[in-house]
């Protein structure tokens, strides 16, 4: 291996949007958990690696590093891109969801949260936000840290029959990149020297009331038949670890605080941080910012095409999804050249775009729109799938939260004391994740011995899923939200096909919500709100249920409401050119020198949470390429 001496001034130039120099070993696209983290590895082992991302870096932003701004972040540019997909085909059941947005021919945006639709407003879809920025989503996601159950690495490995996805063996990835620091130095199956930090946030500031205390105690009676001693009893139970290396941690009901990629100075623990330090520390990363990928570029071999290198446009917001889109501002357009591999990492909606523009994908469509096909690949863009999220939210007579004894203002500046308390000493409300209390719960559908429900729960929360100006959406200390979300997908119905030929311009997004499995997936969701249900009325609580709403019949309710944000599988992983789009070495059916690194590849959903489950099988390909470059 030749190691690629920079000088400084170029080191440094790599911070900026850089001319490209004609040739590197790998080019990759977006930076992602997927490809972000392969770049760094990858170029701190000494191959020479041209990142390319259509963002930014604000990784400095406080957006981007107070983890209670993560909403925020995600509906704002420069940190984010905002899509609009379908759940359903038919624009009627699409649009019962009263979070469905349409625009007005101003450009407003507007849903029924606001009142009225105005005459005349075109149906866009719903919001579904996706980080576009060094980093990608995980600058801009909860930063909730779930590792998938063993049984999902073993499907893959027995569905590949390639053994290195075992759980056993993607363990020992996770191990690598993490850097774990809520068990001691040494607990089997964490890892400490990683560039992941996973901390807990402290259970006992969840427990705000007697009132939150009454009602997590009956959850905790109901689901694992422990009758807690106190709140400090509660706390040091919710300090379990769902991440833990026991093989049956996902098996019995479980209560816990879920293990949040911030870090001891409470911000959030960045990839984008580990490509400047490779960056800096002097490895052959050459980061290239603003830089939208068009299509990959491929030369003809004997039997196959073979991908060396990629076309970009060089700008910034050139993208339909950007807020700051502009039709009237262009990019230059350049090319780079890979001498090994190309590697595109653009995300679940991103990667099968960037394939169809360059004529890898379903046959059909490429034609309808006269992109020359390159490899007839017809899963491109198909079985994508989510976990359904369902938001059960209801109102108590009796206020969960004091509201006015919170010091917090959202100024987030020095006259906020919640933000000095966080930037002084990384502590206090602004520090942490998603939600308070988590549970795993197994309905009667789970289809094997797993749990197959994961609640994320929060008193004074009344968030129930994406739209527009959702981050205005202050606390209600009279609300309890918890999302249901449904791990075992059971749906790879999604699609993802192009508009147009134009790189510019966002796809056409459907999950096809409930298409395959839905009695089962509807049962157990239902079946997860009615345990919440009743856990108020143990408590003798007075409320009145918001969500699902109660005057419809509850199923209809929750195929309405269900949202979600962890879509996969668009390009996914399997044996054959059929009905899958990689190998188990993460390489495109039908050409040489091309793989996929994200989220799109899992073959399906990764138990309740991709982020993690990401970040190792990008370690994992690294193992992968490393080996094939020996
Ligand atoms: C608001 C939000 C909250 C979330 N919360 C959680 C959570 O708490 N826990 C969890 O497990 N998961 C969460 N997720 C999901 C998780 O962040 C993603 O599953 C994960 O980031 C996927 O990684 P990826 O590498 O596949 O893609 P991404 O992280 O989406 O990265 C893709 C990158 O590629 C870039 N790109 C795309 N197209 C191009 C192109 N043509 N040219 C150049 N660059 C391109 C994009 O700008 C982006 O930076 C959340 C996601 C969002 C958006
Ligand atoms: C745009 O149009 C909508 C609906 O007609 C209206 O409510 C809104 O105020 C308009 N916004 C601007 C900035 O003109
Ligand atoms: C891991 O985290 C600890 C605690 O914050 C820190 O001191 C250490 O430097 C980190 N290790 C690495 C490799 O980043
Ligand atoms: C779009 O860009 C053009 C050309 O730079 C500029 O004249 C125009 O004002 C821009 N439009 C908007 C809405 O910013
Ligand atoms: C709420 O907090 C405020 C400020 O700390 C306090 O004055 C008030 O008594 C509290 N109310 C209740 C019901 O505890
Ligand atoms: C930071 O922590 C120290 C030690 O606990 C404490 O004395 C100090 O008041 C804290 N500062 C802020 C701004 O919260
Ligand atoms: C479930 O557990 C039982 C008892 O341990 C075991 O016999 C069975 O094979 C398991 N089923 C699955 C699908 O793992
Ligand atoms: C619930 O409401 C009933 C009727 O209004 C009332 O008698 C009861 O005291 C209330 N219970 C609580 C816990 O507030
Ligand atoms: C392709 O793979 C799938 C799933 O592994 C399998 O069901 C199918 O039979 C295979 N098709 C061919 C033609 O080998």
């Not at 029924?112 to 801009?140: C, H, K, M, N, W």
């Not at 998938?148 to 053994?163: M, Q, R, S, V």
């Not at 034609?367 to 976990?387: H, T, W």
Request: aromatic share 10%; charged share 20%.
């Amino acid at each position: 291996m030749i190691r690629f001496l920079i000088p400084a001034f170029l080191a440094s130039a790599a911070h900026a949007t850089s001319t490209p120099a004609p040739e590197y070993d790998y080019v990759i696209v977006g930076s992602g958990p997927g490809g972000g983290s392969l770049a760094a590895n990858l170029a701190a082992s000494g191959q020479s690696v041209f990142l390319l991302e259509a963002g930014g870096d604000a990784s400095d932003s406080l957006y981007e590093q107070i983890p209670a701004r993560s909403v925020a972040a995600s509906e704002r540019s420069p940190h984010a891109w905002q899509f609009f997909v379908e759940h359903y085909e038919d624009p009627e059941e699409a649009q019962r969801n009263r979070l469905y947005v349409y625009q007005s021919s101003n450009g407003s945006l507007h849903t029924e949260l606001d009142g009225p639709i105005p005459a005349g407003a075109e149906p866009l879809g719903l919001f579904y936000p996706r980080g576009a920025t060094l980093g990608g989503s995980s600058q801009v996601n909860a930063m909730n840290f779930a590792w998938a159950p063993d049984n999902e690495w073993d499907y893959i490995a027995e569905l590949t029959g390639d053994n290195s996805w075992s759980h056993e063996q993607m363990r020992r990835h996770l191990m690598d990149l993490e850097n774990c620091t809520y068990v001691p130095r040494g607990t089997p199956g964490h890892g400490f020297d990683g560039y992941l930090q996973n901390s807990h946030p402290d259970p006992i500031t969840n427990f705000q009331s007697d009132h939150i205390a009454d009602y997590v105690a009956e959850i905790f009676r109901v689901a694992e038949d422990i009758d807690p001693e106190s709140v400090e009893h509660m706390a040091e139970l919710l300090r379990r670890d769902i991440n833990r290396i026991e093989q049956d941690r996902y098996e019995t009901p479980l209560m816990f605080v879920l293990p949040t990629a911030f870090n001891s100075r409470g911000r959030r623990s960045s990839i984008a941080d580990y490509i400047n330090s490779v960056i800096d520390a002097g490895d052959p990363l050459t980061l290239s910012l603003h830089s939208l990928v068009t299509r990959v570029l491929f030369e003809d071999c004997e039997d196959k095409p073979k991908a060396n290198g990629v076309e970009y446009m060089v700008g910034e917001a050139l993208y339909s999804a950007d807020r700051r889109y502009n039709t009237s501002q262009s990019g230059e357009l350049r090319t780079v050249r890979a001498k090994k591999e190309v590697i595109v990492a653009g995300g679940t909606f991103n990667t099968p775009q960037i394939l169809k523009l360059s004529g890898i994908g379903p046959r059909d469509e490429l034609e309808s729109l006269d992109i020359p096909v390159v490899v007839d690949l017809p899963a491109v863009g198909n079985y994508m799938q989510d976990n359904y999220e369902s938001p059960v939210n209801i109102q108590a007579d009796t206020p969960w939260m004091n509201a006015s004894a919170s010091p917090c203002t959202g100024t987030f500046d020095d006259s906020d004391p919640c933000f000095v308390q966080w930037n002084v000493n990384g502590t206090g409300p602004y520090t942490g994740g998603g939600g308070s209390f988590f549970l795993t719960y197994r309905s009667s559908m789970s289809w094997d011995n797993d749990t197959d429900l994961f609640y994320l729960s929060a008193a004074g929360s009344n968030a129930y899923g994406f739209f527009p100006g959702m981050s205005e959406n202050h606390g209600a200390p009279d609300h309890w939200t918890t999302s249901i979300v449904k791990m075992q997908s059971g749906n790879p119905a999604g699609t993802v096909k192009l508009r147009s030929k134009d790189p510019r311009v966002a796809p056409a997004i459907n999950f096809n919500y409930f298409t395959e499995r839905a009695d089962e997936d509807l049962q157990a969701i239902v079946e997860g709100v009615e345990l919440l249900l009743n856990a108020f009325d143990s408590i003798g609580t007075n409320y009145t249920v918001v969500l699902p709403n109660p005057e419809i019949d509850m199923r209809q309710a929750l195929k309405d409401e269900a949202f979600s944000h962890h879509a996969v599988s668009s390009c996914r992983i399997g044996t054959n050119a059929t009905d899958s789009c990689v190998d188990s070495k993460f390489r495109v059916h039908g050409v040489d020198n091309l793989r996929i690194v994200d989220a799109s590849v899992f073959p399906r959903a990764p138990g309740a949470m991709p982020n993690g489950p990401t970040f190792t099988i990008s370690r994992k390909a690294f193992e992968t390429i490393m080996e094939g470059d020996a």
